[in-house]
């Protein structure tokens, strides 16, 4: 019975039908960029289990096997086949080999999707920063003074403000109550006390917040809000809004300490800073195609004992702690640089297995065209 | 048949072959011109137009393609040089504006300007000069919506024709002046007496009439300053360096403070000056002897210069389109003609032809990489150059191998179409423009592009092979057994080659996005494209490999990928439609959507019953 199965997953049909799969969910996840924006596109039709499209009724169905799915499906007829159709003779090593190079490349991809990580470092000419920024993901910051000018940093994550009425922790004399948590809403300038108008303490007394649908584009990013009471022992303190459009922290005082609380980008911090020296943009002369871009940063790292100057420009980016830094974006009149943090523990991958591959199909396709030549001859 | 006949029908190829030579060479002097101008000589002069040192027939060349489709002139006299019109552009604009150069051929947008849609597809700037308010209105409009309707593209692409016309009007001089040379002259000693007035002290009256006369002409320099199209004049002290030319009003309001205007502007406005008064004596001797100068300053830049003018008036890869042609009806007449000794001659002719053909498309390739300074392809057009050129590469050596004339066909056929598509595709501009900073890798160009462009190349190649064998399946009763063999026998030895390419490129794609972006695969649309072609290949590898289907069945596939290619080499570009490609775009879709549904009945030729008796 397994070894039926083996038989039919590693056979020819299934094989094509694997193929036609995956090419169907390419061209999918292709036109679907089109109108959701290709983040969105990614995470529905490749980094996905299931496609899933929203009916008239509101629910929604799964209708086509996503690219997880797909990669798993192509994972078990490449394993199958190496194990009960492969032959492992001199005829047929190329095979093997690109077929081995072939899974490899599959596993490396599904690490990647499900490990790897993207965020941004916004520098300005002069400043240093030992912190990037999610470009999607937001938390709340509650930062206290720690004295000789250091800072103590609570950061609450959003699913913890969406998925909990109360938020207690040691770190924290105060609790917080969350009344309201919207991924995406719009904040309005209204009077105190109208309608969705909740706050009654700091910068949000005066604004209404309206729930909005979070947006899929790639251009736009939504504005998060949390509506929060603080309740010093069992005494409340106020009510607050807290929302990424608001990007002055606020202040709560609880048991004669002052905090700053602030909802903001996930910050990501790094044990060494990067420090930005000069931007610098070129263009062809007399037009405006940009010919380069590039960052000149000074590195450093005082637990490595590293203290020098990098230059990050296109196609050469700063590998350094398990992090590669890129340059994005630019602002401000070429003052200000914005670098692509990336860290994928997987990166290594892709160039393994292609290489193995290419070796496969070299070694395959070279002796196919040696047996043409001497038919020929 | 008697012996004579044979051998004269045997030389048959040599004749062909050196006939195509001599109509070859002859396209490499310099064309005849009817004007007494030394156009030729003018056509060689040195401008910085989009970020390079060009000929000043390129720009008037791509200009007049840009505004009108065509790189000539439509005048009742007859097609005149594009050089010409720019002569008339630069100096004489009033005669320039009753050419009809703006292609209009949106109904609406003619509307606008009163005009019926008659054949008449070309106007002049005469009868668009009372609506130019209009435009500018209706483009601001256009401009501030996304999502545009026909019109309004069809709007916008007229208002950015307007301003490059406008733009090259202004570029030597304020458009239409007559006494342009005598008044810069006046300018400069102007400028040198109220120098020399405020160094020695005396105060300058600002109401001054021969002050405010100056302040006047300064005025109009800087306006030329700030729209000039392209820059002529190179800095008197880095010649060389591209950086640092100047545009005319630029070389007359800064330089004319500090020693002198330079001579290089005085030649200019020498010419323009003959030029309207019909003086081609002084004209071509203040031609030379600039001519004269530039080469003893920038001998480097009037060498490539010299090189692209040849490239330019030479038109290798028009010579390329005519000899495909030629190769694809001698090779296909050899199968049809019914004497014994035609068809290897004819088949023979083909395939020299062939050859002279690859030739000269890769003496044109290697003009372009010489110009550039980069590997072949570097953007949608030179993509197309470069298909054609792989597929035919891959083609001659079919031939070599089967010598059945199905290479030939076939790579003719490709060849010819490829270089059409390119044609079309350069009605953007310059065909060689500066590389945006993220393409700006020669590595990753001549790496990456190419491997993915070869695996293009081959795909078509086993495709239209496969359109060859599926038509003659169907309408050819004598195909043998052996010949079924022998197309099998290469469609598969080159789906494996564009496996092996295509997975390359994309990989190398890959790592070039590691090396800039931080991740390997992106799901991109381009990268996309890329992944579909390698995975359909793949398909057909394996539906042979594992005796899964019938010669015809991967007949039929092969045909399919033609489609698969088409789509990911086009057809991903217009899901990101920009502003620019958006006039291209919506004819190129028409097109691809014939091609594939034409690939999809040739398809269905599959399923119909053999014409063979057996």
């Known amino acids: ?377 | 048949m008697n012996i004579r006949n044979i051998v004269r029908i045997s030389y048959l190829p040599h004749v062909l072959l050196a006939l195509c030579i001599v109509w070859l060479a002859g396209a490499v002097r310099p064309p005849h011109t009817d004007s007494p101008f030394d156009l030729n000589s003018f056509s060689e002069l040195p401008v910085l137009h989009g970020g390079r040192i060009k000929p000043m027939d390129t720009v008037a060349r791509t200009s007049l393609l840009m505004l009108s489709g065509k790189q000539t002139l439509k005048t009742p006299e007859g097609r005149k040089p594009a050089v010409l019109w720019l002569l008339d552009m630069l100096f004489m604009a009033e005669r320039a504006d009753d050419y009809n150069v703006f292609e209009i051929n949106d109904p609406d947008v003619l509307g606008l300007l009163k005009i019926q849609q008659t054949d008449q597809r070309l106007f002049a700037y005469r009868t668009l000069e009372p609506f130019l308010e209009e435009i500018e209105k209706q483009a601001s409009y256009a401009e501030q919506t996304s999502d545009r309707t026909r019109f309004q593209s069809a709007l916008l692409t007229l208002f950015s024709r307007i301003n490059l016309y406008q733009k090259l009007q202004h570029t030597m001089q304020t458009a239409g002046k007559e006494n342009a040379l005598a008044e810069v002259q006046t300018f400069e000693s102007g400028i040198r007496s109220f120098e020399e007035k405020k160094r020695s002290g005396i105060t300058i009256d600002l109401k001054d009439e021969n002050f405010i006369s100056l302040a006047k002409i300064l005025q109009e320099y800087k306006l030329v300053h700030e729209v000039a199209e392209f820059r002529p004049i190179p800095s008197p002290d880095r010649p060389e360096d591209p950086q640092a030319w100047m545009d005319i009003g630029e070389a007359i309001t800064e330089n004319a403070r500090e020693g002198g205007i330079s001579p290089s502007v005085m030649s200019y406005l020498e010419m323009g000056d003959a030029y309207r008064q019909a003086d081609p004596a002084r004209f071509n001797g203040v031609l030379a002897k600039y001519k004269d100068s530039l080469k003893q300053k920038i001998p480097g830049l009037m060498k490539n210069v010299h090189l692209e003018e040849i490239f330019n008036y030479s038109e290798p890869f028009y010579k390329s389109i005519i000899l495909y042609v030629l190769v694809f009806l001698l090779a296909f007449v050899s199968w049809i003609a019914g004497t014994k000794d035609l068809p290897p001659a004819l088949n023979r002719s083909a395939y020299w032809l062939l050859i002279l053909a690859f030739v000269v498309q890769t003496l044109g390739l290697t003009a372009r990489m010489v110009l550039q300074g980069r590997p072949p392809v570097t953007n949608l057009y030179s993509s197309a150059v470069f298909v054609g050129w792989g597929a035919v590469l891959l083609g001659i050596v079919v031939e070599r191998l089967y010598r059945k004339g199905i290479g030939s066909v076939v790579a003719g056929a490709i060849g010819c179409a490829t270089l059409i598509i390119a044609h079309h595709l350069s009605n953007q501009g310059d065909t060689m423009e500066m590389m945006r900073a993220v393409l700006d890798s020669n590595f990753w160009l001549a790496t990456h592009v190419i491997t993915i462009t070869i695996g293009y190349s081959s795909t078509f190649l086993s495709g239209f092979i496969a359109v060859i064998y599926l038509f003659r399946r169907w309408l050819d009763r004598k195909l043998t057994p052996q010949d079924d063999d022998a197309f099998a026998g290469m469609v598969y030895g080159i789906v494996c080659f564009s496996l092996f390419f295509s997975f390359l490129g994309t990989i190398l794609g890959g790592i070039w996005a590691d090396q800039s972006w931080g991740r390997f695969w992106g799901w991109d649309p381009k990268e996309n494209g890329a992944l579909i072609i390698v995975l359909w290949n793949a398909f057909i590898v394996h539906a042979r490999w594992m005796n899964f289907a019938s010669t015809t069945r991967i007949m039929q596939m092969a045909v399919f990928g033609n489609i698969v290619t088409v789509l990911s080499w086009f057809g991903v570009n217009m899901l990101g439609v920009g502003l620019h490609s958006y006039g291209f775009m919506d004819q190129a879709l028409t097109w691809i959507v014939i091609f594939s549904v034409s690939q999809l009945i040739i398809i269905g030729f599959g399923f119909l019953p053999e014409r063979r008796t057996r």
């Open chain 1, 1 to 377: 019975m397994f070894r039926q199965i083996l038989l039919f997953v590693s056979g020819v049909k299934f094989i094509l039908f694997c193929m036609l799969l995956m090419m169907i969910l390419v061209v999918l996840g292709t036109v679907a960029q089109v109108d959701i924006g290709s983040f969105a596109a990614q995470q529905e039709y490749f980094n996905s289990f299931w496609v899933y499209t929203r009916t008239s009724l509101g629910i929604s169905v799964p209708v086509f096997p996503g690219g997880l799915t797909t990669a798993l499906l192509w994972f078990m007829s490449l394993t199958a086949t190496l194990f009960v159709r492969a032959r492992y003779d001199r005829r047929h090593i190329g095979i093997v080999i690109a077929h081995a190079g072939v899974l490899i490349l599959l596993l490396g991809q599904i690490f990647t999707q499900i490990l790897s990580e993207e965020t941004r470092m916004v520098l300005q000419e002069g400043q240093t920063v030992n912190y990037s920024m999610s470009s999607r993901e937001v938390e709340l910051a509650v930062i206290s003074d720690a004295g000789e000018g250091r800072e103590n940093v609570v950061s609450i994550p959003w699913e913890a403000l969406s998925g909990k009425d109360e938020i207690r922790t040691p770190l924290l004399p105060f609790v917080l109550r969350i009344k309201k948590a919207y991924p995406n809403s719009r904040l309005v300038h209204a009077k105190a006390g109208a309608r969705d108008v909740f706050a009654t303490q700091g910068a949000g007394t005066e604004t209404a917040v309206k729930e909005a649908r979070p947006s899929r584009s790639d251009e736009v990013s939504d504005t998060a809000s949390a509506v929060v009471e603080m309740v010093d022992g069992g005494k409340s303190l106020g009510i607050w809004l807290f929302s990424t459009g608001l990007e002055q922290p606020q202040t709560v005082q609880a048991q004669g300490q002052a905090y700053q609380i602030v909802m903001r980008p996930l910050r990501q911090t790094f044990p060494f800073s990067l420090t930005l020296a000069d931007f610098s943009h070129d263009v062809y002369p007399g037009t405006d195609i940009p010919k380069n871009f590039s960052s000149l940063v000074r590195l450093n790292d005082p637990s490595k004992n590293e203290n020098r100057e990098v230059l990050i420009y296109m196609n050469h980016p700063l590998r350094y702690g398990g992090y590669a830094f890129y340059q994005a974006s630019y602002g401000k009149d070429d003052t200000l640089s914005v670098l692509q943090v990336v860290r994928n523990p997987a990166w290594l991958t892709p160039y393994v297995s292609c290489t193995i591959i290419l070796i496969g199909l070299a070694v395959q396709f070279t002796s196919h065209l040696l047996q043409f030549v001497r038919k020929l001859q």
